[in-house]
């Protein structure tokens, strides 16, 4: 493929709810532009961007896949995103490096959840936007209700560049607002230019209005114009329409099916026309060195810029091994470069250049300001790394992931799985940055989280099918902790005789309690030399020994002081060891006099839901043992805000779901611990001694 200039590249990331038809979509525009010589279906899993076989099978797009097509002599970059709750923070890295996100919107179902959800994030970078309503060939699809409900849920102008001829099984054409004239469409989506339809000749009325008065609204001298005449000629229409929308004043809306191909043509000679080009942003940002602190510094989309780019995607591929995707934003690289890794301060030599089309990858000799390519092998660089002119350094920031829904312990079902899992997560891990693997240092168990269920059965799968690596999922445990709750003075004696030398240690101490938080504080209050200097430390280290494993159910004890008194030694028995010991035995006495108590994690929990469901919301958080401590409002989301137990969460995705039709989400995390009641603390006991988890104590030696 040949190298393009950056004013005929257009990169696009295909936005929206999931099953709005993105996949569809994007390969539907492939066959059409020739990029593909089979037209692809999401039914028979043929399409270019859906590859692999997990995304095959379950019909969702997991991850952001890509695709390119050539078009008026332009380069149009796709970005396939995925829009199902569980995979949708994926959008997140696409739009950072997008020139325009294309909204899907369904034409059954109008602006959805996810919809809005995307739209957010498209907003976090001021992104310019195409809105596409697909499925008008469906039954009760409805563009005006589509149109409405946009309307209704995004502060834009929002404007249809196209309208529909007919609806439902009749919707054989549009009617291009912009340029006054109608087409209709054969099997093959070729547009046939036909009469302007003199039904609906209102509504077109109507929307040309809309839109000159959009394009006045733009700019000062226009809006000046527009009231000295009452309207704008022709030449001031169409040159202002390209600067509106780069400039976020104006929503172009598309009326296609991409199971029909109706509309697709005009919307790909509109993207040509009026998507913004990489140049048309005034620059990126980043900083000199990867601390990310400092004075800004700018790179323009210009081939005079030194080199650098933005690593936003990390794919694993099984035969090519690990494959980066970069969008240069300045400067041009070719093949076979040494770059600098400036997030990682290592140099790194690209080899090979490519440009994606699904899972394949054809080489290019050299990649302009505004592509979007990949490059393989790397040794150190990672999904959100910046590489750059080593002479010429940048660091641009890297994208931000959402904290983690859901967690699952995870374990290996064989010793065999157990040497393999590692390295497979590892490599699962590169590709998708919104999983968290880590293990519990109290629990002593491997933490597998992501953005919800599915997300983690995807992953399970993965582990399966291409690892060969089979694990057991089952609900993290809950890190209890154990405290006191009332100050005790007590002795701790040990003492060992079976001929030659024994084992004596003998310390007096007190044990207090101490506010949430405040974890273990040692005080040595001794005078003088009942136990010698040098054998102190070791009642502190028997006594935090022993706290480890608890009291009441085996689990660490926090938040208390002890206060060495007194005690006394023997100049031959005594050393750190017996010591040891005494501190050990100096906690169990204490323990039958300092009353401990269970406590248990309470989390920061923040729902997100339609407003028409909050009250159910509450009712369920406070089922919980919640404390909702408030509400308020994100954009069109209702946020319940609460304090609830994690043991009372592991299983609330799922009944989230249900409660608000899979159009909420929350995210938590830790607050602080709580005394946990007594009919639980109970059970907790009960399950502990049950699992082994309790035992009795050993004979110190």
Request: aromatic letters at 8%; glycine letters at 6%; charged letters at 25%.
């Amino acid at each position: 493929m040949k190298a393009y200039a950056t004013e005929n590249i257009r990169n696009l990331a295909a936005i929206g709810h999931g099953d709005a038809g993105k996949t569809q979509l994007t390969a539907s525009l492939l066959y059409v532009a020739g990029a593909t010589p089979r037209w692809g279906k999401v039914e028979e899993g043929s399409t270019v961007t859906d590859h692999d076989e997990d995304s095959i099978a379950r019909k969702v797009s997991l991850n952001n896949n890509f695709a390119h097509l050539e078009h008026k002599d332009t380069k149009i970059n796709l970005i396939d995103t995925p829009g199902y709750a569980a995979f949708v923070s994926h959008a997140r890295p696409a739009l950072r490096i997008a020139d325009c996100a294309m909204v899907v919107v369904d034409a059954v179902h109008g602006i959805e959840v996810q919809t809005e959800k995307t739209w957010q994030y498209a907003n976090e970078f001021l992104l310019p936007r195409f809105m596409v309503i697909n499925k008008i060939d469906k039954e009760h699809a409805d563009f005006g209700h589509a149109i409405e409900t946009a309307t209704q849920s995004f502060a834009r102008s929002i404007v249809p560049f196209t309208l529909p001829i007919g609806s439902e099984g009749d919707f054989k054409g549009v009617v291009d607002v912009v340029h006054q004239k109608a087409y209709e469409f054969d099997a093959a989506g070729k547009a046939k230019e036909i009469p302007m339809p003199e039904a609906g000749r209102d509504i077109f009325d109507r929307t040309r209005e809309r839109l000159i008065e959009i394009v006045a609204e733009s700019d000062d001298a226009l809006m000046e114009k527009y009231f000295a005449d009452g309207t704008l000629p022709e030449e001031d229409i169409y040159p202002n329409l390209a600067k509106a929308i780069a400039a976020s004043k104006l929503c172009p809306v598309y009326a296609v099916s991409a199971n029909t191909l109706v509309g697709l043509q005009i919307l790909l000679d509109h993207i040509v026309e009026f998507a913004p080009n990489p140049a048309t942003h005034e620059a990126e940002y980043g900083y000199k060195d990867n601390s990310l602190e400092g004075d800004k510094i700018s790179r323009k989309y210009s081939a005079a810029e030194p080199f650098s780019a933005y690593v936003f995607r990390t794919i694993a591929d099984p035969f090519a091994g690990r494959i980066n995707v970069m969008k240069v934003i300045s400067g041009k690289v070719a093949s076979d470069a040494t770059v600098c890794n400036s997030t990682r301060d290592t140099m790194e030599r690209l080899g090979a250049l490519h440009v994606i089309q699904g899972k394949t990858l054809d080489k290019i000799n050299e990649a302009s300001t505004g592509d979007i390519v990949a490059v393989v092998k790397l040794k150190d660089t990672q999904t959100g790394d910046t590489l750059c002119d080593k002479a010429n350094p940048i660091v641009y920031p890297p994208v931000e992931y959402p904290e983690a829904a859901i967690a699952f312990a995870i374990e290996p079902k064989s010793r065999a799985d157990e040497e393999k899992i590692s390295v497979a997560l590892h490599r699962i891990l590169e590709e998708d940055p919104s999983l968290h693997f880590d293990r519990d240092a109290q629990t002593k168990e491997f933490i597998l989280s992501g953005s919800g269920q599915l997300h983690i059965e995807t992953v399970v799968d993965k582990l399966r099918n291409r690892y060969h690596v089979e694990v057991a999922l089952h609900p993290p445990k809950v890190p209890y902790k154990e405290t006191i709750t009332t100050t005790c003075e007590v002795q701790g004696r040990h003492k060992k005789q079976s001929g030659g030398r024994g084992q004596f240690g003998d310390c007096k101490v007190i044990f207090e309690p101490l506010d949430r938080g405040a974890g273990f504080e040692w005080v040595d209050k001794i005078f003088g030399g009942s136990i010698p200097q040098n054998f102190r430390p070791a009642v502190e280290k028997g006594i935090l020994e022993a706290a480890t494993a608890g009291s009441v159910a085996g689990y660490p004890m926090v938040d208390f002081r002890v206060t060495l008194i007194d005690g006394s030694y023997h100049t031959v028995d005594s050393d750190e060891h017996s010591f040891r010991a005494a501190g050990r035995k100096a906690f169990r006495a204490a323990m039958e006099r300092a009353k401990p108590t269970l406590l248990e994690p309470i989390m920061d929990v923040e729902v997100f839901t339609p407003q028409e469901f909050s009250g159910d919301i509450m009712g369920d958080l406070n089922s919980r043992r919640g404390r909702v401590a408030g509400m308020d409002m994100r954009g069109k989301q209702q946020v319940v805000k609460a304090k609830v137990p994690l043991s009372e969460m592991l299983d609330y995705q799922s009944k989230l779901n249900s409660m608000t039709q899979a159009r909420g989400s929350y995210h938590m995390q830790f607050s602080h611990y709580d005394p946990l009641p007594g009919n639980l603390a109970a059970k907790v006991v009960d399950d502990a001694v049950k699992s082994g988890r309790v035992r009795a104590h050993e004979e110190d030696e």
